[in-house]
């Protein structure tokens, strides 16, 4: 009985949800093809870091771009340093002069122009005029900077709890446990019981730092963090430092000249270990970045589906489906984190181990 | 995107989706024989399975 | 590939990095040791509890084994006295009895020793007094009947001689 009238209400919210949805697409797009082009425009900006934050866009009665949210300080090293508000630069469309020079953002990023802003290309398509020495506070660093400072009050929060019991409080009851299975089943399985006390630190931040980060990319604030080979390269190089400069004899000893192989093998190994330990972190990077982004790219896509099909049974059965994918990528978002750290103890524990079994 | 590149992600796909299902059906035996070591072979299966996935993506973006 | 290299930036690459390190330092301080010490303390801490819980069972079991075994020696020694008791009971009564026994079987001969010679000496008296009795009355019947004395005086003795008194 309940059950019946929970999806007459289900069916009844899709119908709305879907007409609503094909209604607004209706007064806004002028045909289909311009959609496409829209939405997969909207995809590849979306998936872009920005100079601003800026949670969406709307335009207003006089058909002006509105755009919601707030600049954000761009600071360039280009014929000395120089910092300037992210207004300046107009979403894109502006030219930003500073100290006679003139700045254009184009795709998420930072170019020198002449003072009408025009870009050039080189033969590849790709604009000329790049700042390389780019040290705004973008959007992604504004996230990351704010993810940060959550984690840190977050935890040492919690930390402060354990001073007065031997018990968390609050939301902290739902953090040991992770804490203790990151721990328990990723660092001592894989580092040993000796060692691991050093590389827990990391450890546990790298796995709640990439799983928020994930999460928060789920969110419709629009933020995406984790799909940024910046990032991710950043994450992969403090493994691969952290795996070299604690790593043991016995560890090089397996990269260089394996043991319990001829020697004929031993040359041919050691490239291909020492290969291997680049490797490693470079799939790390990948992994994460890969996954993220086409998460991103799928659910984005299914999303605008909706304002493709204009009729309330496909754009419904779209909804679900993004519905789904939305699940889904809620459990890649922890799985990604979780494989992150899991590996990175992995790499740890190799860098550690004490005696090694002839293989 | 050129076509040989586009037939080469698929082959890629496939051949990484194959891999990753033929680790998680033995896996899935696995556990089933021995249900107490669950955890140790979720743990390989997915560190396995990433080892792959690695591969595929790095095959995915030099196509 | 190419796209790759060409979105990435190094401004996020740097502040990433900074942030991130920086993140872990101050958590590790602020954060993950305290943390991880307290989760410490308190496994230790329960692992001890547990531990003294198994040693204090254990004791109690020792305790309760050596209860058992002091009562069941007072009850031996308990039984061993009452037997012993008993034993001396019955000695006592035996012996007792016994004694008894032997002072009445003493009185008994002394009695019959007193009895015999009281006896002899009665029977010793009756004869002599029988034969001056005797004697008085021969010498009575005989003044009257016999003029010869001592031929008369054999006779008596000869007769009563005769009659032997038990």
Known sequence: MQKKTLTRLLSVFLFVVSFNMTAEVTTEGEGSKDLKTEIKEYISHHLLDSYDFNLYSHD??????????????????????????SSKLKHDKGVAEVDGNYYKSYHGKLYKTNAAGELTYDEDHHPEGRIHADFSITKNVFTILVVSLLIFLMFSNMAKHYKKGPMPKGFGRALEPIILYIRNDIAIPN??????????????TVFFFVWIINLLGLTPLGINVTNNIAVTLGLALITYLLTTFTANKNYWKHVFWMPGVPWPMKIILAPIELLGTIIKPFSLMIRLYA????????????IGLMFIFENWLGSSLSFLLAFALSLLELLVAALQAYIFTML??????????????AH | MTIPSIVGAGLIVIGAGLGIGKIGGSAMDAIARQPEASGKIQTAMLIAAALIEGIGFAALFAA | MDKLINEFSFGLFFWMLLIFILLVILLRKFAWKPILEAIETREDGIKGALDSAEKAKLEMLNLQ???????????????????????IKSKMVSDAKEEAQAEANKIIANAQIAIESEKKAAVAELKDQVASLSLEIATKVVKDELSNSDKQLKLVKDLLNDATLN
């Open chain 1, 60 to 85: 207003d009665e006089n058909g002006e771009h509105q755009y919601i949210g707030f600049p954000l300080p761009v600071i360039i090293y280009d014929d000395g340093l120089k910092v300037f508000s």
């Open chain 1, 344 to 357: 990175s103890a992995l790499y740890f524990g190799a860098a550690v181990e004490e005696h090694h079994d």
């Open chain 3, 65 to 87: 084994s050596d209860n058992e075994k002091l009562l069941q020696e007072a009850r031996a020694e308990r039984e061993s006295m009452m037997k012993e008791a008993r034993e």
């Open chain 1, 291 to 302: 996954n993220i982004t086409a998460g991103h790219i799928v659910l984005m896509s299914i």
């Open chain 1, 191 to 204: 580092i040993g019981e000796k060692k691991y006390k050093r590389y827990m630190p990391y450890l546990l």
